[in-house]
C-alpha cells in the first residue's frame, strides 16, 4: 500500500481547558481529495490549522511530499476569514472604512498584495491571470483591500491558493460569500488541481462541492469519524421552538409610509462606477430579496441607507421620510436600522463579551455602550434565553463557534426592534440546520410588521417571507420584482 | 506680534495656566444644536481636517473646505480627499465671507498666514477655531474683536477620531474658549456643540484655557513624549551592540518595544506597566527609574522654563526664519543613527519577552512619565492637564515609533514637537553618558530575570508598589480613564 500523504496519530488539541480533539487518528492517501464537514465548534478549523503548524498540539503529524512534482512541497491553509493588515502593520479597522475616501492609502492594493505574494512564493505572475479572470475578479487590481467586499475578500485568499498551487491545499469555508458563477469557477479550477496532483482537503457544509472529492468525514467526540457522503454528516441540533420575546411581537414605530427612497442614485470614483441611476423605493412592511454577484454594488447600496456612506450627502436619498443631508445625523438613521453584514461581523470589537455585543444594539456602537437600563437588559436577558446563548452571554464573542457569534449578531440587530432590518449575508458561515433555524427567526420577526432587506445569494436558503426582489449587476438594477419563486 | 501670555500680570497668568474641568456629560445635552443649521468651513484637509469633517457632517451639520487657489487648482490631495467624500471645495474668498464658524486645521506653522488671509474675509460675529493655540499664545496673533476664538484639540490622531466615531465612541478632547475673544459669550457653547460633532463627549472632555493647552502640550511633547522615547531608543539600540546582541534582534527590540510597554500604560497607568514585570524585576526597575529622575529632573526644568518664559517658541521661530536650518540638521542626523539604518530581524518576540528584556525602557518610561507630570504641576498646570499630555499621549507616540521608527514619529509629529524633540534629545545623551556606562545586558536586551530565584524583600515590594500606585499621575489617572472606557488595544506584530 502507498504512504499516506498526511498522516496523524494521536492528536490532542485543548481549548480553554476544553478538549477539542482527542487522540485524532486521520490517513490521507494520494488521490484522495476529502470534504469534512459537521457541527461548528467542532475542531475542524483546530485540525486544519494544525496539520500547517499553527495551532499548538500533541500528537503526530507527518506530511509526505512527492519529489519531483512540479507542485511545491507544502501544505498551504486558506482561514475563513484573510487577516490583511494596513501599510503600518496593525489591524485597528472599522467596518465602514472602505466608504470613506483618503488620498494616503491605509492597505496594498489587490495587486500589490498579489506580487507581494507572488515574490516570497517564487511565482509567476502570468500563471495568476486566468485564475483571476476566472472568478471575475480582475477589475479589482487596483482597488485596496481595505474596499473590498467580504466576498471579494475570500477571492484574493483563493486565488493566492490556486495560484501557488501547494502539494497539499486546505480550504477553510471556500465558498463563504462567493457569487454562484465564481463558485461554478472555483469548482472547476480545483478539480483541475486534483487532477495535477494536489490533494484537496475542503472544509465545509455546502452540497456543491468538486467532482474530485470522494472522501467524506465529520468531527465528532474530538475524532474523524469517515461518513458516506455531506448528507450523512451530524448537523447542529434543530431548534427546540421557544416562544418569541413579548416585545418583538410589537409592530416597531415608524412615522412615515415609505421607509426608504434612492432618486437616480449614481456612485463612482474616478473612473470605476459603482452605483449607476438606481432608483429604488422601500415601503413599510415590505420584505425585500437584494441579490447580485460579487462587486455589482450591494454593500455600498445599503450603506447608503445606513449612514455609512458619504456619497448619500450628494445623491437624492429620502429616509423614514428625511431627506439625507438636511441636518439629520447618522445616529438619527442608526436608531431606526438594525443591521448586520460580514464586515460589520469581521470587525467587530475583539474585546466584546456577547452580552456586551447585544447590548450596544441599543446605541449603534460596537461594543461599546452607556449605562444599560433596567428594561434593556431584561430585553437582552430574554433574547439571550431565546437564542440559547444564556451560558455563553460572558464569554468573548469571537471566541465562539461561528453560528452562535452569528445569533448574538442577530440579537444585537434586533434588540432595539428596529423598523427596518438589513440582513446582509447573515448565513455565511452557516451550516444547513443553523440556516434553517436563522432564517425561521426571520420569518417569525417579519411577521410582526418589520420591513426587511435581505441579501443571500443562494435561493435554497433564504426565509420565506421574501415577497420582492431587486438584483443588481455591475451597479445597476436590472430587476426589480415581486417575486414568487420562493412558492414555485 | 508680543507673546501673548508674557502681557499678562502673574496672577492671570496663573489663572489661565490653572484651568482644567472634567466636563460631566450633562454638559452636553444640547448636543450640536448650538451650530445646527450654521455654515461650518474647515481649513486644511489633511487628517484632521476630514476626518473631523466627516464627523461633524455625520452628526448633521453643515461643512465645506476652503482650501488655497494652488491646491484646488492643481487638484493636491487635500483638494482630491474633500471632494471625493463629496464636500463643497472653494477659495478663501468664495466660502469664508458667509461662514459662521471657520475651523482651522493646518499645521502649525502655517497659521499666521492663513488667519491673515481669513481674518478680513470673515463676517461681523462669526467664531474662529483652533486646535493648538501656539499661534495665539505664543506667536501672540490677534484675532478682531468681534471674532469668537475658541479651541477642540482631539488627543488622538485624525484617523482615531473618525474610527472611534463610527464604531459610536470617540476620543478625549480638550477644549477652550479664548477670554480675549467671547464678545457675545457664545464660545463654550460653539465649543461643546463641534466637539459633540466630533464625537468627542463620550470619552472624556477636559475644558481648558489657550494657555494651559499651549504650556502643557509643548512640554509633553518635548520631554516625555518624542525626547525622551528618541533618546531612550538610541541609547538602548547602541549598548546592545555594544554587548555584542544580535543586531536585528536588537532593532526589532527597541522598534516593538516602547509600543508594547506602553500598551500597558495606557490601561493600567505606570503601576499596570510595572506589574508586568516579576518581583524583582519591578524593584530593580523603580530603582534605576528613581536614579533617571535625579540625573533628568533638570533638563526636565529647564524646558519647562524655557516654555514659559518664550524662550522655547523664540528661538524655534527663529529657525523658521532661519529656513528651518537647525530643524533639518538634526533631522538628517536622527536618519543616520544606526537604530534607524538596522531593519528589524525576523525574530519572533512574545509580548512578554518584551517587559523582561528591556526593563530600561520600563525605567525610561516611568521617570519620564512622571517627571514630566511633577514639572508641569509645579509649574501651575493642573493634574489633569498634565496628565493628557504626558502619560495619555506616550502610547501615542510609541505606535508611530513601532511604524517606522523615529522617522516615522518625527514626520507624524508637529513641528513644534519635532523641534522640541531634537533639542531634548540632544541635551540629554551627554546627561546620561555616566549613567550608560553601567548599563549591562541583563537591563536590555536579556531576560532580567535569568538566573534569579525571583525572591525579594516583602517590606521592600510594599514600599516601591505603594510609591507607584500613590503617585498623582495614578491618582489623576484612574478617574480619567474610567471615562475612556472602550480604550482599544492597537493590534501590531
Not at chain 1, 477589475?139 to 495560484?163: F, M
Amino acid at each position: 500500500m502507498t504512504n499516506p500523504v498526511v498522516h496523524i496519530t494521536n492528536l490532542n488539541l485543548h481549548y480553554a481547558g476544553q478538549p477539542v480533539l482527542r487522540d485524532l487518528d486521520w490517513r490521507i492517501y494520494p488521490g484522495e481529495n476529502w470534504v469534512i464537514g459537521g457541527k461548528s465548534g467542532s475542531g475542524k478549523s483546530s485540525l486544519a490549522k494544525a496539520i500547517v503548524k499553527q495551532e499548538k498540539v500533541s500528537g503526530d503529524i507527518h506530511l509526505r511530499f512527492t519529489a519531483g512534482l512540479t507542485l511545491p512541497p507544502v501544505a498551504y491553509y486558506v482561514a475563513n476569514w484573510y487577516q490583511f493588515t494596513n501599510l503600518e502593520g496593525d489591524r485597528n479597522f472599522y467596518y465602514q472604512q472602505r466608504y470613506n475616501k483618503h488620498q494616503q492609502h491605509d492597505t496594498l492594493t489587490v495587486y500589490a498584495d498579489l506580487i507581494h505574494f507572488g515574490q516570497k512564493h517564487q511565482l509567476d505572475f502570468h500563471d495568476a491571470e486566468p485564475i483571476l479572470e476566472a472568478l471575475g475578479f480582475d477589475n479589482c487590481r487596483e482597488t485596496q483591500l481595505i474596499e473590498l467586499s467580504s466576498g471579494e475578500h475570500k477571492k484574493v485568499q483563493l486565488v493566492q491558493a490556486l495560484w501557488l498551487k501547494p502539494q497539499i491545499l486546505i480550504l477553510d469555508e471556500p465558498y463563504t460569500g462567493l457569487d454562484r458563477q465564481s463558485r461554478r469557477q472555483l469548482n472547476v479550477i480545483l478539480d483541475r488541481l486534483a487532477a495535477e496532483g494536489v490533494s484537496l482537503i475542503l472544509i465545509t457544509n455546502d452540497n456543491d462541492i468538486p467532482a474530485s472529492i470522494n472522501r467524506f468525514a465529520e468531527i465528532a467526540d474530538g475524532k474523524i469519524n469517515v461518513v458516506a457522503d455531506i448528507a450523512a454528516m451530524a448537523q447542529d441540533q434543530e431548534r427546540r421552538p421557544k416562544p418569541f420575546p413579548y416585545f418583538l411581537q410589537k409592530a416597531p414605530t415608524a412615522d412615515s409610509d415609505t421607509i426608504a427612497e434612492l432618486r437616480d442614485v449614481s456612485v463612482r470614483y474616478g473612473e470605476k462606477t459603482v452605483l449607476k441611476n438606481v432608483s429604488w423605493r422601500v415601503r413599510k412592511g415590505e420584505k425585500w430579496l437584494l441579490q447580485g454577484p460579487n462587486g455589482s454594488g450591494k454593500s455600498t447600496l445599503l450603506s447608503l441607507l445606513n449612514g455609512d456612506h458619504p456619497q448619500a450627502y450628494a445623491n437624492e436619498i429620502w429616509l423614514f421620510g428625511r431627506k439625507r443631508g438636511s441636518g439629520e445625523s447618522i445616529w438619527d438613521i442608526k436608531e431606526k436600522i438594525g443591521i448586520i453584514s460580514p464586515e460589520l461581523h469581521w470587525y467587530f470589537d475583539k474585546h466584546a463579551t456577547v452580552w456586551h455585543a447585544i447590548a450596544s444594539g441599543f446605541y449603534d456602537s460596537i461594543g461599546w455602550f452607556l449605562n444599560v437600563k433596567y428594561e434593556e437588559k431584561k430585553k437582552i436577558e430574554q433574547l439571550l434565553d431565546f437564542f440559547d446563548l444564556l451560558e455563553d452571554k460572558d464569554k468573548l464573542l469571537h471566541t465562539l463557534p461561528l453560528g452562535k457569534q452569528r445569533l448574538a449578531l442577530l440579537a444585537r440587530t434586533i434588540v432595539k426592534n428596529p423598523p427596518l432590518l438589513i440582513l446582509d449575508e447573515p448565513c455565511q458561515g452557516l451550516d444547513r440546520s443553523q440556516t434553517t433555524h436563522f432564517n425561521a427567526v426571520v420569518d417569525e420577526l417579519s411577521a410582526y410588521g418589520k420591513t426587511l432587506i435581505y441579501v443571500g445569494h443562494y435561493e435554497s436558503q433564504l426565509p420565506s417571507c421574501l415577497d420582492r426582489r431587486l438584483v443588481l449587476e455591475k451597479g445597476e438594477v436590472i430587476l426589480n420584482e415581486r417575486h414568487t419563486f420562493l412558492t414555485t | 506680534m508680543a507673546n501673548y501670555f508674557n502681557t499678562l500680570p502673574l496672577r492671570e497668568q496663573l489663572n489661565q495656566l490653572g484651568q482644567a474641568e472634567f466636563m460631566d456629560s450633562s454638559e452636553f445635552a444640547d448636543g450640536v444644536d448650538a451650530l445646527k443649521g450654521k455654515k461650518i468651513v474647515i481649513i486644511g484637509a489633511g487628517a484632521q481636517g476630514l476626518n473631523q469633517g466627516l464627523n461633524l457632517r455625520d452628526s448633521g451639520l453643515d461643512i465645506s473646505y476652503a482650501l488655497r487657489k494652488e491646491a484646488i487648482e492643481q487638484k493636491r490631495d487635500s483638494w482630491k480627499n474633500a471632494t471625493e467624500n463629496n464636500f463643497t471645495v472653494g477659495t478663501y474668498e468664495e466660502l469664508i465671507p458667509s461662514a459662521d464658524l471657520v475651523i482651522n486645521l493646518t499645521p502649525d506653522k502655517q497659521h499666521t498666514a492663513v488667519v491673515n488671509a481669513v481674518m478680513p474675509l470673515m463676517k461681523q460675529g462669526a467664531a474662529l477655531s483652533y486646535s493648538h493655540g501656539f499661534n495665539i499664545v505664543e506667536e501672540g496673533m490677534q484675532i478682531r474683536k468681534d471674532i469668537t476664538v475658541i479651541m477642540v484639540a482631539p488627543k488622538c490622531p485624525g484617523s482615531e477620531v473618525r474610527a472611534e466615531y463610527l464604531r459610536g465612541f470617540g476620543v478625549p478632547t480638550l477644549i477652550a474658549v479664548h477670554p480675549e475673544n467671547d464678545p457675545e459669550g457664545k464660545g463654550w457653547a460653539y465649543a461643546k456643540a463641534y466637539c459633540v460633532g466630533t464625537g468627542g463627549h463620550r470619552a472624556g472632555v477636559l475644558k481648558s484655557s489657550f494657555v494651559a493647552e499651549v504650556k502643557s502640550d509643548l512640554m509633553g511633547e518635548q520631554t516625555i513624549l518624542c525626547g525622551l522615547l528618541q533618546t531612550g531608543s538610541i541609547l538602548s539600540f547602541d549598548k546592545m551592540i555594544e554587548k555584542g546582541i544580535d543586531p536585528g534582534y536588537a532593532s526589532k527590540l527597541v522598534q516593538y518595544g516602547v509600543e508594547v510597554i506602553t500598551e500597558a500604560l495606557k490601561h493600567g497607568g505606570v503601576s499596570g506597566m510595572m506589574d508586568r514585570l516579576s518581583n524583582p524585576a519591578k524593584i530593580k526597575a523603580f530603582e534605576v527609574s528613581e536614579e533617571l529622575k535625579d540625573i533628568m529632573r533638570p533638563l526636565f526644568q529647564k524646558h519647562q522654563d524655557d516654555i514659559m518664559s518664550g524662550e522655547f517658541s523664540k528661538t524655534m521661530m527663529e529657525d523658521w526664519a532661519n529656513g528651518d536650518a537647525k530643524l533639518l540638521k538634526w533631522r538628517a542626523e536622527t536618519g543616520e543613527t544606526a537604530f534607524e539604518k538596522t531593519p528589524a530581524g525576523d525574530v519572533k518576540i512574545s509580548e512578554q519577552e518584551y517587559f523582561d528584556n528591556y526593563l530600561l525602557m520600563v525605567a525610561f518610561i516611568r521617570a519620564g512619565v512622571e517627571l514630566a507630570f511633577e514639572t508641569m504641576v509645579e509649574a501651575g498646570i493642573k493634574p489633569e492637564s498634565a496628565y493628557y499630555e504626558s502619560l495619555h499621549e506616550t502610547p501615542l507616540i510609541a505606535n508611530t515609533i513601532a511604524r517606522k521608527k523615529l522617522f516615522e514619529m518625527n514626520r507624524v509629529i508637529s513641528d513644534t514637537a519635532e523641534y522640541g524633540c531634537y533639542l531634548f534629545d540632544q541635551a540629554c545623551k551627554p546627561l546620561l553618558a555616566d549613567f550608560m556606562k553601567k548599563v549591562d545586558t541583563d537591563l536590555v536586551g536579556k531576560n532580567f530575570n535569568e538566573g534569579k530565584d525571583g525572591a525579594v524583600d516583602n517590606i521592600q515590594l510594599v514600599q516601591v508598589n505603594e510609591i507607584l500606585r500613590n503617585h498623582p499621575v495614578e491618582v489623576v489617572g484612574v478617574k480619567l480613564r474610567k471615562a475612556m472606557t472602550a480604550m482599544k488595544a492597537i493590534k501590531t506584530v
